[in-house]
């Protein structure tokens, strides 16, 4: 589906700026397959051209590792002539970035071929593809993200490694874990209330915000939406904004799956629920479980887990995340109202009913994440795909592991895929495969600290 210029035309550009008139510039973001925004600041007088004839932007940025480094082999750089594709700003994104000390806006951007079809490595155009399917079904998901990070203080320790930052609150480092503590929501209540009033001015809809696992780290949760795009759009920027407002007050915000050793990761947790008009497919009055369409959709969840990790944990780090009693599934598994599984039903009305995907890292791109969600669930309701015993207690230690939980494998049964790749595209998943693949090689080529600590002087 090609785009329509007035599409973009329409979009309320002309009283934003009239209402912002002392505007110092205008970020124009397009997220990578990483997660990463990529792209270029302008002036306010340009903004009226971007919206009119799109910004030409290298394909290659949608190439990139994680290092900014363009991935030639993906086919998107010089086999090309590092090519431009054109660029249009995402409807109803255009918004103040109220954290910079001077007057600051931003936009999202998506990418098309230059005869107007959708750009078939662009994150978000992978997504629409796959609600289209949801859509021929007469069916609607509505999904909501919980998004896990930590604070930092922007120094490291004399070793080099991060440490949590000086609470404002309390004036002390935090050394303890108190997960759900209100006293850390009072102490760090300050930071928290700022992204929450910048979140409501850029329309992000925030919901709630809890203390997690370890020192320093949080979770903030967004409300649910039956408008996929824009909430992985409000994900992506939520991240965006976390860290600007912890920049504003002398912190540092990570969303890096596993930034301690010893304390838990971080994670982006998925809520799904289906519905057919008003009605909620998932609902069975009958049976706490669900329904069996609901049942079909772990199924198909379950049975695609592993060639859809490399998604939801995209590097090395990723893979710190899964370890022994830190509610971590290592297996595919399911359950009711169980964190130990890897698809839990959580507890609540019938109207409710729904998914909570529980494996992917904070460090994806929650559009992929979705899409791979949205891929498996299709999958399962298409072919009806039965799901394996549902767990109860401590799945984790009833489950031997069985996911692929390291990068080398992972990435091997995404290269296998049978199931997923067709809702992708082969194009998306060479592209992908081989940055993963160029990244891999990379991070294998460097030296660790710990090998030099531990073999330069002994062997």
């Not at 510039?25 to 004839?53: E, F, H, M, W």
């Not at 990418?111 to 078939?120: A, C, S, V």
């Amino acid at each position: 589906m090609t785009y329509s210029m007035t599409q973009f035309k329409q979009d309320k550009y002309q009283p934003f700026l009239s209402s912002n008139p002392d505007l110092k510039g205008i970020d124009l973001l397009i997220p990578d397959l990483n997660g990463v925004l990529r792209g270029k600041r302008i002036q306010t007088s340009a903004l009226k051209k971007v919206y009119q004839d799109g910004l030409c932007l290298p394909a290659s940025v949608l190439a990139c590792d994680i290092t900014g480094t363009t991935v030639e082999e993906t086919g998107l750089g010089v086999e090309t002539g590092d090519s431009d594709k054109i660029c249009f700003p995402v409807q109803d994104s255009l918004t103040v970035a109220p954290w910079y000390d001077k007057s600051m806006a931003q936009t999202l951007l998506s990418m098309y071929e230059t005869n107007g079809d959708p750009f078939f490595a662009d994150p978000r155009h992978i997504l629409k593809n796959i609600l289209d399917k949801f859509k021929k079904l007469g069916l609607t998901p509505v999904v909501a993200l919980e998004l896990e990070f930590y604070l930092l203080d922007p120094r490291r320790d004399k070793s080099k490694n991060p440490q949590s930052p000086i609470s404002p609150g309390s004036g002390k480092r935090e050394n303890n874990t108190q997960v759900y503590s209100i006293d850390d929501l009072d102490n760090y209540g300050e930071f928290l209330g700022a992204v929450a009033d910048m979140a409501k001015l850029q329309g992000i809809p925030t919901d709630t915000a809890l203390a997690e696992y370890a020192p320093g780290q949080f979770e903030i949760n967004l409300k649910h939406s039956d408008d996929l795009l824009k909430a992985c759009d409000h994900g992506i920027l939520l991240k965006r904004l976390i860290k600007g407002v912890a920049k504003k007050f002398e912190m540092k915000a990570t969303f890096m799956a596993k930034p301690y050793g010893n304390q838990a990761g971080s994670g982006m947790h998925i809520h799904c629920s289906l519905l057919k008009g008003k009605k909620n497919v998932f609902s069975n009055s009958k049976d706490i479980t669900g329904s069996s369409t609901l049942h079909h959709a772990i199924g198909g969840l379950l049975k695609t887990m592993n060639e859809t990790m490399a998604l939801f944990c995209p590097n090395p780090n990723s893979y710190r995340r899964f370890q022994p009693d830190l509610y971590v599934p290592m297996a595919p598994t399911w359950g009711h109202d169980n964190r130990t599984v890897a698809v839990r039903i959580p507890s609540g009305t019938e109207k409710s009913k729904r998914i909570e995907h529980r494996v992917s890292g904070a460090d994806a791109n929650p559009y992929l994440v979705v899409s791979s969600m949205l891929a498996g669930i299709h999958y399962g309701i298409t072919e009806q795909v039965e799901p394996p015993k549902i767990s109860t207690g401590d799945a984790i230690a009833k489950h031997k592991p069985s996911l692929p939980l390291d990068w080398n494998n992972s990435l091997d049964a995404f290269l296998k895929s049978k199931i997923i790749k067709p809702y992708f595209g082969n194009g998306f998943w060479k592209v992908y495969s081989e940055i993963r693949k160029k990244e891999m090689t990379l991070f294998k080529s460097h030296v660790s600290p710990q090998e030099l600590d531990w073999y330069l002087n002994s062997v």
